[in-house]
């Protein structure tokens, strides 16, 4: 899933989800950040609009391979946009979008049917 987030509003203005992680998908999710989105809150006959959308003063990633992909990279400097690169293996660096993913798998996955459990997994704080 790609998923951007203002951090001064954390409001969500894009969401995308790809089978497997690529430039295209990531850019195509990039773009979304500039669009009105009511269209698509309407057509899935959502209650409220998804107007948000605007500029981007620093886009903040993490070192997956669609954000350091020449493309992707390539895309963010054409736009005039600051791209950061936290280190791998330090989510705090990211701590909007990782609180983001944090909450949706306490809070929502467990509504979901037909989730699986991994039995063997390391839950960490």
Not at 29 to 38: G, N, V
Not at 42 to 55: L, P, R
Not at 113 to 121: C, E, I, L, P, S
Request: charged share 15%; net charge neutral; aromatic share 6%.
């Amino acid at each position: 899933m790609y998923l951007a987030i203002d951090c001064a509003t954390k409001c969500v203005v894009s969401m995308r989800l790809a089978d497997n992680p690529n430039s295209d998908d990531a850019i195509r999710a990039l773009r979304q950040i500039f669009e009105d989105k009511t269209p698509l809150a309407q057509a899935a006959e959502c209650e409220s609009t998804w107007h948000h959308h605007g500029g981007i003063g620093t886009l903040v990633t993490d070192m997956g391979p669609a954000f350091v992909s020449d493309a992707f990279q390539a895309t963010v400097a054409s736009l005039g946009v600051t791209s950061h690169l936290p280190p791998a293996g330090i989510p705090w660096m990211r701590g909007h979008i990782e609180s983001f993913f944090r909450t949706l798998g306490h809070q929502l996955m467990p509504l979901l049917a037909g989730r699986t459990v991994n039995r063997h997994a390391k839950l960490t704080p």
